[in-house]
């Protein structure tokens, strides 16, 4: 039998969004390992004397009792799991490390169990709060997201003929997801974006490599534009064409009446 009253759970999770609610409020978005997006209030976080407190800021990562609602959930309980002392003397770090939650936020959907992407976003904040910023470090986030999600672009061959790549002449198309070789480059007329030999290197090294194998890289500053360039409009086309449509069948699917 199915309990119309309100249920309560405990549940790991990551703050990937917050912010002010009433007056002493906190709206907060969870990012959850097996249950995606958990969007809930917690009640009296700003007044001085709350035990919630700085436990649901940005980026932390706590276990949390949800009491479910009908319209909104509540948070009652909330305790840290690792507490940030770097991100916070840093504002380089601290935007580096929004801007990954999110992404991960923008990858994910409610009810949707993504443990791989989960503990990714941990660990990627945990080494952003204990390590120097790196350059790199939002990259390889981003390429590893990709990867975990199936939206890694091609980088092994061409996206169109499948050739394998020479040393010379590359560019990257977003609109085809991948590296195109010399032969194939003109055969379309849309965006191309520089890829020299080493920004392909560097990329496919991302796409496998654990963050202690790309921490030592020191990449030049126009490989590391280019990176930078093609991966961001990889995951714009990535986004506008799946993500969205993803999250949206997900919606449909869940208010299907009946369910
Ligand atoms: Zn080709």
């Known amino acids: 039998m199915v309990s119309s009253r309100p249920r309560t759970y405990t549940v790991e999770a990551v703050i990937v969004r917050a912010s002010d609610f009433g007056e002493a409020d906190r709206l907060v978005t969870l990012l959850t390992p097996f249950a995606g997006l958990v969007r809930a209030v917690a009640r009296g976080a700003r007044k001085p004397k709350s035990r919630l407190g700085g436990n649901v800021d940005l980026l ?127 055969s379309e007329s849309d965006v191309l974006l520089p890829a020299a030999l080493n920004t392909v290197k560097i990329l496919r090294h991302m796409a496998r490599a654990e963050w202690q194998a790309v921490q030592p890289l020191q990449p030049g500053e126009d490989e590391l534009r280019q990176i930078g360039r093609i991966l961001k409009e990889h995951l714009e086309f990535v986004l506008d064409r799946n993500v969205r449509s993803t999250a949206f069948m997900d919606e449909v699917t869940r208010w299907r009446p009946g369910k």
Not at 73 to 102: C, D, N, P, V
Request: with cysteine; aromatic share 6%; charged share 20%.
């Open 60 to 186: 932390r990562h706590i276990r949390v009792s949800v009491n479910e609602g009908r319209s909104l959930h509540s948070i009652s309980q909330a305790q840290s799991l690792f507490s940030l002392r770097g991100l916070h003397t840093s504002l380089e770090k601290m935007s580096t490390g929004i801007y990954m939650a999110e992404l991960a936020e923008r990858f994910s959907v409610e009810g949707g169990s993504n443990p791989a992407l989960f503990n990714h976003l941990v660990r990627t904040v945990q080494a952003l709060d204990a390590e120097d910023l790196h350059m790199l470090m939002p990259r390889w986030f981003e390429m590893q997201v990709l990867q975990i999600n199936g939206f890694l672009p091609t980088i092994t061959s061409c996206v169109d003929c499948g050739s394998d790549l020479e040393p010379q002449g590359h560019v990257f198309s977003p609109e085809r997801g991948g590296i195109v070789c010399p032969d194939c480059r003109a």
